[in-house]
């Protein structure tokens, strides 16, 4: 008897449920692209080393040219055409468009959605390899152009925007921090 390779499956992509059925080999990369004409994420070395692909998987950032499909039936997917509310940006996305914190644009995306899970990967207190404190009661580290340098150094820019990137991944850091804080009081 031989094996199916490949199964029907749903996939919670920005909210949206997607059911198809996709070869077992298929990454969700490809699905993204080539399925569901969902094109803002790139395609950039297929190897998981460049960033480009990357989504938010359950709020957490993958590579999406890594995961296969048929492994995300069940989470929820965003990726950056999930992010705006209407015509209004998501607030990482328009400190990016403020600050010109992209070139050729091609890796912008993935640098968008790496930059979410960034803040709150840091609002959650998580340390990074530049983190200089990392006991718990120390709390979160300052967010320094070093700390987000070191959080985002998995998304290359091959036009060298990482300025200009890390100014708007800053900017959208005190801007959920003021938003934090007025909920607050």
């Not at 070191?150 to 003021?178: D, F, T």
Request: charged fraction near 20%.
């Amino acid at each position: 008897m031989a094996q199916a390779t490949a199964s029907p499956i749903t996939l919670t992509i920005n909210g949206e449920p997607h059911t198809l059925t996709v070869d077992h080999r298929t990454t969700l990369l490809d699905v993204l692209r080539e399925r569901l004409d969902l094109t803002g994420t790139k395609k950039g070395c297929d190897q998981g080393q460049c960033g480009a692909c990357t989504v938010l998987v359950d709020g957490r950032r993958i590579v999406a040219c890594l995961q296969l499909a048929v492994a995300t039936e069940g989470r929820a997917v965003t990726t950056i055409e999930g992010l705006a509310e209407g015509d209004e940006l998501h607030p990482v996305q328009q400190a990016f468009l403020d600050l010109d914190g992209f070139q050729c644009g091609y890796c912008t995306p993935g640098q968008i959605c790496s930059a979410l899970a960034v803040l709150d990967e840091h609002a959650a207190g998580w340390p990074s390899a530049a983190t200089d404190d990392v006991r718990p009661e120390a709390g979160p580290p300052a967010l320094t152009p070093e700390e987000i340098r070191e959080r985002m150094s998995g998304n290359l820019c091959r036009c060298g925007a990482y300025v200009p990137i890390v100014q708007a991944v800053a900017k959208a850091a005190g801007q959920a921090a003021e938003t934090t804080e007025e909920s607050a009081a």
